[in-house]
């Protein structure tokens, strides 16, 4: 069985850019959940996608915007770089039939350093 | 919101010695909580966790309790070993939903 596998590990993009990453869910999980982990800080959500479907969102404006494809993979994308868009992005995945005492497995994440 | 307050760290003890992180929590149902360990250069991996009050989780010589009168949930182990050398989050779940997560704390084990 395979674990959550996130896209690239790390990244240096520019202030302005766009820049897309990708999580492919560990099997037989339907939903996927974004994280973003400041330095020193602990993981705050971005959103969550439920068979293709955004079901909950955090407080991240709305240049954050992801997708989820048939097969449960999910994608992340940040429009118009900030400096404070460095972190690491951590995708979870997540059977979803257990309601709050579900376990989430989270990929390595991505580091990207926007400068 | 919910929200979750750890102790700060970082946390430096000797090898053999005993361990108590600190978690309380605020949340308007009744949570599941969670402890997750990040090692360096890794994503999270889940410890333990209960999903309600009085529940004892336990992994690898951690246990953490589910205190409803106190909404904290301390995370212990008796015999801590460089190997734990890691950061350590506390985090609440409600419903299907989000993980709120606290600051973490960083353990480091000395030989």
């Known amino acids: 069985e395979t674990g959550v596998t996130q896209s690239p590990t790390h990244l240096i993009k520019t202030r302005g850019q766009q820049v897309t990453l990708r999580c492919s869910s560990q099997?037989?999980?339907?939903?996927v959940s974004w994280y973003q982990q400041a330095l020193g800080q602990g993981p705050q959500f971005i959103f969550q996608?439920?068979?293709?479907?955004?079901?909950g969102r955090g407080n991240f404006p709305p240049r954050f915007s992801g997708l989820q494809f048939p097969n449960y993979s999910s994608e992340l994308n940040v429009n118009a770089l900030e400096l404070d868009d460095s972190a690491l992005y951590l995708c979870?995945?997540?059977?979803?039939?257990?309601?709050?005492?579900?376990?989430?497995?989270f990929g390595q994440g991505t580091r990207l350093t926007v400068v | 919101g919910d929200s979750v307050t750890q102790m700060e760290g970082p946390v430096t003890l000797s090898e053999e010695a005993f361990l108590t992180i600190n978690c309380t929590y605020t949340?308007?149902?009744?949570?599941?909580l969670f402890w997750y360990v990040q090692y360096p250069g890794e994503g999270l991996q889940l410890l333990l966790k209960?999903?309600?009050?009085?529940d004892k989780g336990s992994n690898k010589g951690f246990e953490a309790t589910y205190r409803k009168e106190t909404t904290s949930f301390h995370l212990e182990k008796g015999s801590v070993q460089v190997s734990d050398s890691a950061v350590y989050f506390c985090?609440?779940?409600?419903?299907?939903?989000?993980?709120?997560f606290g600051q973490g704390t960083r353990l480091t084990i000395n030989p």
């Open positions: 209960a999903t309600k009050a009085d």
């Open positions: 985090a609440t779940r409600q419903g299907a939903q989000k993980l709120v």
């Open positions: 949340a308007t149902g009744y949570p599941s």
């Open positions: 979870a995945s997540s059977p979803s039939w257990e309601g709050k005492n579900t376990e989430a497995f």
């Open positions: 996608y439920y068979r293709e479907e955004e079901n």
């Open positions: 099997s037989g999980h339907n939903t």
